[in-house]
């Protein structure tokens, strides 16, 4: 599966910014999806994750209660509405899909495909 993410540029802190990623190629309701991020210097780190039916959702400690993902499979796209943003939300945002089991979701290790990033600005 090819995924292509957008949505990404620059707000102020407190704002709200929404990313989307496109999937096309295989059938993208047999993936689990996840959002990543990764600021400059640092490694990368989980985000969000939604099951493949979207039933299920899980979401990293920093971001619980901001951040929320979505998926529309008869789009074949994944969401993440990040709202109350902070300047160290800042990174490059990344969706990827896994076929991995659930309770592995959060490592990046285990996701075959990946998009190509989109970056957030968060200015304080």
């Known amino acids: 599966v090819q995924l292509q993410a957008s949505g990404g540029g620059l707000v102020q802190a407190g704002g709200s910014l929404g990313l989307s990623c496109a999937a096309s190629?295989?059938?993208?309701?047999?993936?689990?999806l996840g959002w990543f991020r990764q600021a400059p210097g640092k490694e990368r780190e989980f985000v969000a994750a939604?099951?493949?039916?979207?039933?299920?959702?899980y979401y990293a400690d920093s971001v619980k209660g901001r951040f929320t993902i979505s998926r529309d499979n008869a789009k074949k796209t994944v969401y993440l509405q990040m709202n109350s943003l902070k300047p160290e939300d800042t990174a490059v945002y990344f969706c990827?899909?896994?076929?991995?089991?659930?309770?592995?979701?959060?490592?990046?290790?285990?996701?075959?495909?990946w998009g190509q990033g989109t970056l957030v600005t968060v200015s304080s």
């Open positions: 190629g295989r059938t993208f309701s047999n993936y689990a």
């Open positions: 990827a899909a896994t076929t991995v089991i659930w309770g592995r979701v959060m490592e990046p290790l285990h996701y075959n495909y």
């Open positions: 939604i099951s493949r039916n979207g039933g299920s959702t």
